[in-house]
């Protein structure tokens, strides 16, 4: 009788020769499991993601978990939109003043006011109040 064949006696043992990685142990080069795989160059699941994930790749920056209560608007949008406010009776005109309701928001010192006005806002820039002031008017909280 000849030589027993070398595949027969490692027949049974895990990787039959080929070592303890090996692409040759009944589950082929498969990968990893779940999302293992997924970073920053991802490979084989790069079309899985960019269709049923579209958001996963990317900066995402810092999520504050409260946003403020408010929007920001400019001394130069107020004095441009001021005729909007009129008609839409945001803003009141009574005499030399102009006062202006913008409870929700919070003026910025940006841009120039000319009129003399009283702004009721929610807060303000120590500039932009400094600029209302200077023209004869007044922001209250």
């Not at 990685?21 to 795989?37: I, T």
């Not at 006011?113 to 922001?139: R, Y």
């Amino acid at each position: 009788m000849g030589k027993r064949s070398k595949r027969s006696r490692l027949r049974g043992r895990g990787a039959c020769g080929y070592g303890h990685k090996s692409k040759h142990r009944g589950k082929g080069s498969k990968g990893g499991k779940g999302m293992a795989g997924t970073g920053k160059r991802a490979g084989q699941l790069r079309t899985w993601i960019l269709k049923y994930q579209p958001d996963y790749f990317g900066k995402h920056g810092f999520h504050s978990l409260r946003k403020p209560s408010y929007k920001t608007i400019s001394l130069g949008q107020i004095h441009e939109n001021m005729h909007k406010f009129l008609d839409k009776g945001i803003a009141k005109k009574s005499g030399e003043t102009i006062e202006i309701n913008l409870k929700n928001y919070k003026i910025l010192s940006n841009g120039h006011i000319k009129e003399k006005v009283i702004i009721k806002a929610k807060s303000f820039s120590k500039k932009a109040q400094e600029k209302v002031e200077k023209i004869g008017g007044k922001i209250e909280v």
